[in-house]
């Protein structure tokens, strides 16, 4: 998992150990694309899939742009020998149902304005750029700017009186779990969202555990185990330091306060609840505003 990306200063100084056999286990061997899986098999077995640039023409390319089934059936043949795949419905069949329900948030007419001033912002600053040099991650600051303004109006001006309709769905739809003795897991991939909701839970009296990618993992492993233990209602979890390696059972509802660029990983994060030892059915719940 930690050294699928080739460009990484961690899979170089894998690459360079010598040894007579190599065995990798990995969850994920594509989360981004299939050049993962090219550098996964440049560990174990170099040579087999040839050079980047012959797998990217013979099977990336075909494949990721162009949906080539007869390249997607041939690079499984070629590394089926080498790969011993357990699925998650084979060896989970006594895993409770998992249930995904998209709540579409309506915003308030003030969020629409100041959705919409930012749209409109955003379009003349790409206008009025003609360089394309860094324009791709022009577009995507500006994007994210919009993908903030959704989760609430004070990510992006602190000073705004603007009122977050997700906010509001969020405190309902906490205040029924809870009042049914459920525990949830809470992703944002902003922090300052979730210094917001944790704002909320605190002038509420609700408990609850935290992790961002900048807790220590001594940190981490005491929220995790308390959690379990029954000390907190909500375990709000940035989504880059919640997305692997998390057993979270002691809660049946999972709660993404917003959808993350990769649904894979959000996928990921799901399954911290959806796993070996839980025992109740799982709910995920995906909060989008409408029209955004």
């Not at 660029?261 to 409408?290: F, M």
Request: net charge positive; with cysteine.
């Amino acid at each position: 998992q930690a050294i699928k990306n080739a460009a990484t200063k961690r899979s170089k100084a894998a690459m360079a150990l010598n040894s007579k056999f190599k065995l990798i286990t990995t969850g994920t061997p594509i989360e981004n694309h299939l050049g993962e899986l090219w550098n996964l098999f440049n560990f174990i077995n170099p040579g087999l899939l040839g050079s980047i640039n012959s797998f990217n023409e013979r099977f990336a390319i075909p494949i990721e742009r162009f949906q080539d089934r007869e390249a997607k059936f041939k690079l499984k043949k070629l590394i089926r020998p080498f790969i011993l795949r357990r699925i998650k419905s084979q060896v989970l069949e006594e895993l409770p149902p998992r249930t995904d329900v998209t709540l579409e948030v309506e915003m308030s007419k003030d969020e629409e304005h100041f959705y919409e001033a930012l749209r409109q912002n955003a379009l003349d600053i790409l206008e009025s750029n003609k360089e394309k040099k860094g324009r791709h991650l022009q577009i995507l600051t500006e994007i994210m700017k919009l993908r903030q303004a959704c989760c609430n109006p004070k990510l992006i001006s602190p000073q705004t009186n603007i009122e977050s309709s997700k906010l509001r769905v969020f405190a309902s739809v906490i205040d029924d779990l809870i009042g049914g003795r459920h525990k949830a897991l809470v992703f944002s991939q902003f922090i300052g969202h979730l210094t917001i909701i944790r704002e909320y839970l605190d002038s509420q009296g609700i408990s609850y555990q935290y992790m961002d990618g900048s807790t220590p993992s001594k940190d981490r492993k005491k929220s995790v185990d308390d959690f379990q233990a029954g000390h907190g209602d909500l375990f709000l979890i940035s989504l880059k330091a919640g997305g692997l390696g998390l057993n979270l059972t002691a809660a049946d509802y999972v709660i993404h306060m917003d959808p993350w660029w990769n649904p894979a990983i959000e996928d990921q994060a799901s399954d911290r609840a959806h796993r070996i030892g839980q025992t109740r059915p799982v709910t995920i719940y995906r909060l989008v505003c409408k029209n955004s």
